[in-house]
């Protein structure tokens, strides 16, 4: 081979190595994406939602107009406060994308881009007729405080054009591509969004909404802030678990809706928002099975959730605890709520043998084992449940893996 012909063959390979270090940079479990559009980069997410290439377009369309209305300051300003508004009521931190065509459409500056986001909706919805498009904004909720914390906090002036990213498909780690506008109008990849960049800076998550219109309470409302976890109320926080003294005693009230989250993203990524968390309590009354309590916790923020804080819901009282009645355990249940069609959730209950009456509690007759079911919707993450005994400590830690829940003697 003359030097020439190996220089030209060294070249070439060169060439090559570069591409193929180029295409081999945008991967997902270590394969390489050769096709990086939208459509493609979206479906090969590790967790993708998606069923049809064209709910990617249509939302990549819609994308793309809100980027464009974005470059404008007071549109920045009506999503906030549009945002504000509806978490405010109860709701989460999103704009309806029909609200916003409705309210915006008559605009000189919004209004071509307002057509065309009301052609992409019922594009979308004709693709899938549960779907309803919105934005939400992530970053809100940060602003939100800072704005309550300082009373000199101009919202509108920290503001600045968002990046977006598409609800429904994220890689392992719950980070997804965001995408801003290049210089020809087209959406262009410009990192991996994860939570923490996105309440601390502008991003849009462009999708669809959970649709759960029966949660109308404020679940901020039900948590009590200034409470303390009981199990560290102990001489210099020691645990009080282990001490036989917080045992339960017949016929007295029984407490609950203690819970920490330990995997929040595992619960609800942070593209969906809110946490709609609910407590379902089944057991034995004489000797079928029931739902001795229920409650749902209604939206309640994200910040009250992190790094692994106890929360209390003022919601607490479950029931009077009386062993003729209710035997001497049941089973407690979470599951957080996303909506959906009708559907129904199955709780199992342990069958037991005779109990014999001992000095503080009554005999305790066989029960056979037997099934409760409790409506719930398709979308809902059945979070998992446990058996709570009348002779576990009262601040016994029950482990569903991505949460735990307490029981108390009370307030």
Not at 271 to 290: I, P
Request: net charge negative; glycine share 6%; aromatic share 10%.
């Amino acid at each position: 081979m003359s030097k020439k012909t190996f220089y030209l063959s060294f070249v070439s390979m060169a060439v090559l190595f570069s591409c193929s270090k180029e295409e081999a940079s945008i991967t997902n479990d270590n394969v390489a994406i050769l096709d990086t559009s939208i459509e493609s980069r979206t479906m090969s997410l590790a967790v993708n939602e998606f069923t049809d290439t064209k709910q990617i377009t249509a939302y990549a369309e819609l994308a793309k107009e809100v980027l464009l209305m974005a470059k404008a300051s007071d549109f920045r300003s009506y999503v906030y406060e549009n945002a504000h508004q509806l978490s405010e009521a109860g709701d989460d931190y999103l704009v309806y994308v029909d609200d916003m065509t409705k309210k915006l459409s008559t605009s000189s500056k919004f209004g071509k881009s307002t057509s065309n986001i009301k052609s992409l909706s019922a594009k979308i919805k004709s693709l899938d007729e549960s779907e309803i498009p919105m934005i939400f904004y992530p970053r809100a909720e940060t602003l939100e405080d800072l704005a309550l914390s300082n009373k000199g906090f101009d919202v509108a002036k920290n503001m600045n054009e968002p990046i977006v990213v598409l609800k429904g498909a994220h890689n392992a780690d719950y980070s997804a591509p965001g995408y801003k506008l290049n210089d020809e109008g087209e959406l262009e990849y410009a990192f991996d969004v994860n939570e923490e960049y996105a309440w601390e800076n502008d991003v849009y998550v462009i999708g669809a909404a959970e649709y759960l219109p029966e949660l109308d309470n404020i679940g901020e409302d039900l948590i009590d802030t200034k409470a303390v976890p009981p199990f560290t109320t102990g001489k210099n926080s020691a645990s009080l678990t282990a001490k036989s003294k917080f045992r339960r005693v017949n016929g007295e009230a029984e407490h609950g809706a203690w819970i920490q989250v330990t995997d929040l993203n595992g619960i609800e990524s942070w593209f969906s928002g809110k946490l709609e968390m609910r407590q379902v309590v089944a057991g034995t009354q004489g000797a079928a099975g029931t739902i001795v309590a229920e409650t749902s916790f209604g939206r309640v923020k994200r910040k009250y959730f992190k790094d692994d804080k106890w929360v209390k819901f003022n919601a607490s009282f479950l029931f009077n605890w009386n062993l003729n009645n209710l035997g001497d355990y049941n089973v407690e249940k979470w599951i957080e709520e996303d909506g959906g069609p009708s559907a129904e959730i199955s709780i199992s209950i342990p069958g037991s043998a005779y109990k014999p009456a001992t000095s503080t509690t009554p005999s305790q007759p066989a029960i056979a084992g037997t099934t409760v079911k409790v409506s719930a919707k398709k979308d809902d993450d059945d979070l998992g449940s446990r058996i709570v005994q009348f002779s576990d400590n009262r601040y016994k830690r029950y482990d569903l893996g991505k949460m735990k829940f307490i029981r108390y003697e009370g307030n």
